[in-house]
């Protein structure tokens, strides 16, 4: 019964965003709460488990909105800049090398971790050259998404994070072990950035172009960079993921104070301050308000029991004689589980479900943990509709979400299976 409704949660829920009939914040609210007053749960206990919920998602709901105020302090003031332009420079007017200039920029911008700031940088950059050579706009879309997938394995990202916690480990015994497979996601990447790049060619050939970032920034833009303070940010951003990887302060603290700090020292006056602040204002709000709605959605889920119920069902299915196959199962799966669950479902829900039954086929519970990030919310999540840096990429892009899920699907499973077979040849996770 439980687990028949949770189906039927998100089911409804993706076929209400999917159709436009609601917004997902929304659906992301009411969809549970029907579903759960049908399976007999009173107000006040639907109450209780969305306030769980929110609670639990709340670090990370801080964490974001602070994260995206640093990063765009930082973009504003031009710390990227630099690397913009030597990229730019280098691709000049070559379809071929845009396309695998975007990939690089991308994955170097996505060092940090936060989807909805690397979209801001590198959509910013890109784009006015992908209009400018009449370069498909979905091949933009498309190699962003791809290209933020493997360096979404890093122990700082929200997803990353979920999985620790949940398995009650450490980056050393999460992430270290899938770094040869984050490897291998890059090649990938950069590889179907050629494909794709070769194509673009031939279709346009080789144009003589010329593009300067710094020309095509709003007077408003150049009046906030501040190029003397390029080293005081590069450092401040060092010793910021230095901290984050190590662990000395808690993230949601250490990005609080870290764009405190950035605010203050890129922008001494209150009105410049406040500025930046309303200029991204719209940003912030869409990730904290999607993080505290997705708080509630799986709060109502895992509370009721029906994510317990769910992956019971899928456990069910998977033979005694085939267990061993089960961290395989789990990663193959993975990129598809992006469109069913919000990470907090599927790490907080599925994850331990599925971990606690491959202990008792004897196989190592991080296994499990391992596989599901090779693909759930990391290369899954620039395209999945339960995620809002997705339709910030879309909007950026200026691209239709279902065209740009048809264009990437392919190809980002295609990072999951090639992660997913590294990691098995190197041990990460066992067949």
Avoid: C
């Avoid at 794709?196 to 920034?217: A, M, P, S, T, V």
Wanted: aromatic share 8%.
């Amino acid at each position: 019964m439980l687990s028949s409704l949770g189906f039927a949660t998100i089911i409804i829920f993706l076929i209400l965003i999917m159709t436009k009939k609601m917004s997902v914040m929304t659906a992301l609210v009411i969809t549970p709460i029907v579903f759960g007053l049908l399976a007999g749960f009173n107000p006040k206990e639907l109450g209780e488990f969305s306030l769980a919920g929110i609670k639990q998602v709340a670090p990370t709901g801080i964490l974001l909105m602070f994260a995206v105020l640093y990063f765009a302090t930082m973009l504003d003031a031009g710390l990227f800049d630099p690397v913009i332009a030597f990229i730019i420079k280098s691709v000049k007017g070559d379809p071929l090398k845009v396309i695998i200039g975007t990939a690089i920029l991308t994955m170097i911008v996505h060092l940090d971790g936060d989807g909805t700031a690397t979209f801001m940088i590198v959509l910013s950059a890109f784009l006015p050259i992908y209009k400018q050579l009449k370069i498909n706009r979905l091949v933009l879309s498309t190699i962003v998404a791809l290209s933020v997938g493997p360096m979404h394995l890093v122990p700082w990202s929200g997803t990353s994070a979920r999985a620790i916690s949940t398995l009650k480990s450490d980056a050393v015994h999460i992430f270290n072990p899938n770094i040869p497979a984050i490897l291998g996601g890059i090649a990938w990447v950069i590889f179907v950035a050629y494909w794709l790049g070769k194509k673009e060619r031939n279709r346009l050939g080789i144009i003589d172009f010329q593009y300067n970032h710094k020309d095509n920034l709003t007077e408003e833009q150049h009046g906030l960079r501040r190029p003397n303070l390029l080293i005081f940010n590069a450092i401040l951003t060092i010793l910021l993921i230095i901290a984050l990887t190590k662990g000395w302060i808690p993230a949601p603290v250490l990005f609080v104070v870290a764009s405190m700090i950035a605010l203050l020292i890129n922008y001494p006056k209150l009105a410049d301050q406040q500025k930046v602040m309303k200029a991204h204002g719209t940003n912030i709000f869409m990730v904290a308000s999607m993080i505290f709605a997705a708080g509630i959605f799986s709060g109502i889920l895992t509370g009721s029991k029906m994510i317990e119920e769910m992956a019971n069902t899928l456990v069910a299915l998977i033979p005694q004689n085939h267990a061993n196959l089960l961290p395989m199962l789990t990663a193959i799966t993975s990129l598809p589980a992006s469109m069913l669950f919000t990470p907090d479902a599927y790490y907080f829900g599925v994850v331990p479900i599925l971990s606690q039954t491959a202990t008792q086929f004897g196989i190592d519970s991080l296994e499990i943990g391992r596989a599901a990030l090779l693909g759930q919310m990391t290369v899954g999540f620039p395209i999945s509709p339960l995620t809002a840096s997705t339709f910030l990429l879309v909007g950026l892009a200026e691209v239709d979400l279902g065209e740009h899920q048809r264009n990437t699907f392919k190809w980002a499973w295609g990072t999951t299976i090639v992660m997913t077979i590294v990691a098995i040849l190197t041990g990460s996770i066992h067949l």
